[in-house]
């Protein structure tokens, strides 16, 4: 079984512009967690996704955004890039239901320039 | 969700158990302990989680606490490839909640 999938691995981006990042959950997961982590931070929780609509929003300003498609996938993204915008973005699914254990996938580094 | 307390950094020699601690003196009856490592710049990979009875699996061993404040995972023969950030969560398992995740503990296994 596959398991979380994201793209792109790397991204290199201009202050100002516009990024996108893609998430494929696990095969039966129907909630999808976005975190971000910058290099040497913590994991900071940024969006929950489920059944197509936004669940849970962590404390990032609202050019921060995504969907979630018919299919479960994902995507996050970011306008009006800044430079302190550069981390590991980490997606994750679960379950839906009680006991939803999540699991991530291997992230998206972006990089602002 | 209950706050956790782990010490920042460990060490363990290679071949040995690695107990790795986690206080959780504020958690409440219906919370979950979970444990999640991330080798560096990976994503988070679980490991395992329990409520009051202590677990094993083909990873770890969870052991909680009678009074449930603190736990203990065990890596019984570490290898250099455990080397990681081993983050220790409490969270009730309602659907959605999002996992908070603190500094953790950074285990170097050496060999």
């Known amino acids: 079984e596959a398991g979380v999938t994201q793209s792109p691995t790397h991204l290199i981006k201009t202050r100002g512009q516009q990024a996108t990042l893609r998430c494929s959950p696990i095969s039966g997961h129907t909630s999808v967690y976005w975190y971000q982590q910058a290099l040497g931070l913590g994991l900071q929780f940024l969006l929950w996704y489920d059944e197509g609509e936004e669940r849970n929003r962590g404390n990032f300003p609202p050019r921060f955004s995504g969907r979630q498609f018919p299919n479960y996938s994902s995507e996050l993204n970011v306008n009006a890039l800044e430079l302190e915008d550069s981390a590991l973005y980490l997606c994750?699914?679960?379950?839906?239901?009680?006991?939803?254990?999540?699991?991530f996938g291997e992230g998206s580094w972006l990089t602002v320039v | 969700d209950a706050k956790t307390t782990q010490p920042p950094s460990m060490d363990c020699a290679e071949g040995r158990a690695a107990n790795l601690p986690c206080n959780h003196s504020?958690?409440?009856?219906?919370?979950?302990v979970y444990w999640y490592r991330q080798i560096h710049s990976q994503g988070p990979q679980y490991i395992i989680h329990g409520l009051k009875n202590n677990e094993t699996n083909e990873m770890a061993s969870l052991i909680i606490t009678e009074d449930r404040k603190s736990s203990t995972l065990i890596l019984p023969h570490a290898t250099l490839r455990d080397t990681a950030v081993y983050y220790c969560i409490v969270r009730v398992r309602n659907y959605g909640q999002n996992f908070v995740f603190g500094p953790g503990t950074r285990l170097s296994v050496l060999p």
């Open positions: 994750a699914s679960s379950r839906q239901g009680t006991g939803n254990t999540i699991y």
């Open positions: 504020t958690i409440s009856g219906n919370e979950y």
